[in-house]
């Protein structure tokens, strides 16, 4: 019996190089195929040189701010035969991606997180933060979603106030938050908050508070009960491992 578990752990071991090396292969040749057909891809950093340039490509029609701050915003787009396909700027712990106006299908966001992976310095995976609801549709079906980005707006407000941290005793858990007078913030994500009962009842303490939002980050699962609730998909982030 101990030669036959041996023999099989050996046999998945072997099993598990080959499908390894089959995806390094599968990787590398797309790569060379697309070098053969003329494809090429390359990160530029966005600047006042090709700003217009960027937009036009991207179909963007809110370019004010774009445009006035260009300076002040550390963003790149990807360029694929000479033309500008996606933007992005690096976070604390991920990119935000945006894909602009564009059409936009699955094949088009495997092989640019393929050219992410293979020219940024990530920690074993790649971290994505999305907010177009049609490319989180495209992207649902690709890769796991690690968090989501859920808002209730009460009232219009501006918020012009500090955020303070704060917490909220509810079931015997201290739950922490952060708050300014006009709204509040809970990473339930982080605190591993997942209790339907506990969630209900922070809402309601949360609405008690006058404010007039209510931004949560939640884990994947509680998102339909959070729009039961009143909650708005803001953006997702979604991770991309090496392959």
């Known amino acids: 019996i ?18 390894k090396v089959g995806k390094i292969i599968e990787k590398y040749f797309v790569i060379v195929y697309n070098i053969i057909r003329g494809v090429f891809m ?21 370019t004010h701010n774009l445009e006035n701050n260009i300076d002040k915003f550390n963003q790149f787009g990807i360029k694929k035969d000479d033309k500008f396909i996606f933007g992005f700027f ?20 495997k092989e640019i997180f393929m050219f992410l992976n293979n020219n940024l310095s990530f920690d074993g995976h790649l971290l994505v933060q999305i907010l177009d609801n049609k490319i989180m549709d495209i992207m ?27 917490y909220a005793d509810i079931d015997m858990r201290s739950i922490k938050y952060f708050a300014s007078k006009e709204n509040v913030f809970c990473n339930l994500y ?45 953006s997702k982030r979604y991770v991309i491992d090496y392959e």
């Open 90 to 109: 690096l976070a604390d712990d991920c990119i935000c991606a945006s894909f602009g106006n564009c059409r936009v299908d699955n094949s088009l966001v």
């Open 190 to 234: 982080s605190q591993n908050i997942q209790n339907e009962d506990i969630i209900k009842k922070l809402d309601q303490f949360f609405n008690d508070l006058d404010v007039c939002s209510i931004d949560f980050t939640i884990i994947p699962d509680s998102l339909k009960y959070m729009e039961s609730l009143g909650y708005k998909c803001v």
């Open 140 to 166: 649902d079906d690709l890769y796991r979603i690690k968090d989501v980005s859920i808002t209730k707006r009460i009232k219009d407000s501006i918020d012009t106030g500090s955020m303070k941290e704060r």
């Open 42 to 62: 390359k990160i530029e950093k966005l600047d006042r040189d090709n700003i217009k340039e960027y937009i036009r490509d991207m179909k963007i029609n809110d």
């Open 2 to 19: 101990y030669y036959w578990i041996q023999l099989n752990i050996m046999l998945i071991s072997i099993i598990y190089h080959i499908v």
